[in-house]
């Protein structure tokens, strides 16, 4: 049962334990997007699908999150996640639990893909700015945050 609940979280956008709601981070112009994540009360993301869109093979990432709390952001990421034989352009790559403790004091966890290493040796990491709402918007830590999405400019 416990399995069939986890399952049936992972298919909503946004899940809340307790008051902390668990997001995807929409990584628009990113070489990598999580699309699919799985939430458990001992671990904030149990499972993850990411898509490799680069046009590169991966061949290490990193999970990121970022907490809002009270009107503040505050970006964290997991451990390198290795994979020598690489991870091909166009395909998915599923993430394994990642210990990642609840934030109880968050209003707002949200999971992205924060750092990739391709296998010619370049590198690409996530900022604040790379991380988009499923609406488009920019996720803003503000005191009004989970009341109204802040305005996206686009250029």
């Not at 699309?35 to 990432?61: C, M, P, Q, W």
């Not at 290795?82 to 998915?92: K, L, M, R, T």
């Amino acid at each position: 049962m416990k399995r069939a609940a986890a399952v049936l979280l992972a298919s909503f956008a946004s899940t809340a334990f307790a008051a902390t709601g668990m997001s995807i981070g929409m990584q628009a112009n990113a070489p990598v997007q999580i699309k699919s994540a799985t939430h458990e009360i001992s671990d904030a993301l149990e499972a993850a699908v990411f898509t490799n869109r680069s046009g590169k093979s991966i061949t290490a990432y990193r999970i990121g999150w970022m907490s809002i709390i009270n009107g503040k952001s505050k970006m964290l990421h997991d451990v390198w996640m290795n994979v020598p034989s690489g991870i091909a352009s166009g395909s998915d790559e599923v993430v394994p639990a990642q210990g990642i403790p609840i934030n109880y004091a968050a209003q707002k966890m949200v999971f992205f893909v924060s750092d990739v290493t391709f296998a010619d040796g370049t590198h690409w990491k996530a900022s604040k700015l790379d991380l988009l709402r499923p609406d488009g918007t920019h996720w803003k830590a503000s005191k009004l945050d989970l009341l109204r999405p802040a305005p996206h400019k686009r250029s």
